[in-house]
């Protein structure tokens, strides 16, 4: 069956552990049986991919789908769908603004020896490198923010405060 699906036997497995599909049945030895229906239904897990959706989506179609409602998947499909041109338009903006940063990074790059904005040479011995600082310093980093401590969330943390994710060392004024 995995080779006439065309995925590798462990994903069969995968699949029927969380529900995409169930073989017809199972042989003396304990070897899965599956059938035409079985090759189907791998077949539009397949496509359903194709378009994008997460194994969790699939399985809610693959359920519309054994109910056997008329219309009851497309329109699940539908919905699925739109929520994902929705998304993708999101991350083309975001690539969008990110590509036009990275442009202006390049730009600074590009002309900042010219601008002397390079100065390792003059670092002292506990510096570091400042050249991706000097490309990137018209950019506010955003605040450290920690997301979960102990189960509850944080809000963001300030200069000079400790997010509380470890004891203060010995010394460390808190």
């Not at 000097?134 to 102990?150: F, G, H, I, S």
Request: some cysteine; proline content about 4%.
């Amino acid at each position: 069956m995995a080779r006439l699906a065309g995925v590798p036997a462990k994903t069969l497995r995968y699949y029927e552990e969380i529900g995409l599909i169930s073989p017809s049945g199972r042989t003396e030895a304990g070897y899965r049986i599956y059938g035409r229906r079985e090759l189907e239904q791998i077949e539009f897990v397949r496509r359903a991919k194709l378009m994008g959706l997460s194994l969790e989506q699939i399985r809610a179609l693959v359920g519309a789908a054994q109910e056997g409602l008329p219309g009851g998947v497309l329109r699940h499909l539908e919905g699925l769908l739109e929520q994902k041109l929705e998304e993708t338009e999101r991350r083309l903006e975001d690539l969008h603004a990110f590509r036009e940063s990275l442009l202006g990074y390049r730009e600074r790059v590009a002309t900042a020896e010219a601008r002397d904005l390079c100065r390792c040479s003059e670092r002292g011995e506990e510096e570091f490198c400042g050249c991706v600082t000097a490309a990137t310093e018209w950019v506010e980093l955003p605040d450290l923010r920690v997301v979960r401590e102990n189960g509850k969330e944080r809000p963001s943390i300030g200069k000079g405060e400790r997010c509380g994710c470890r004891p203060p060392a010995s010394g460390e004024v808190v």
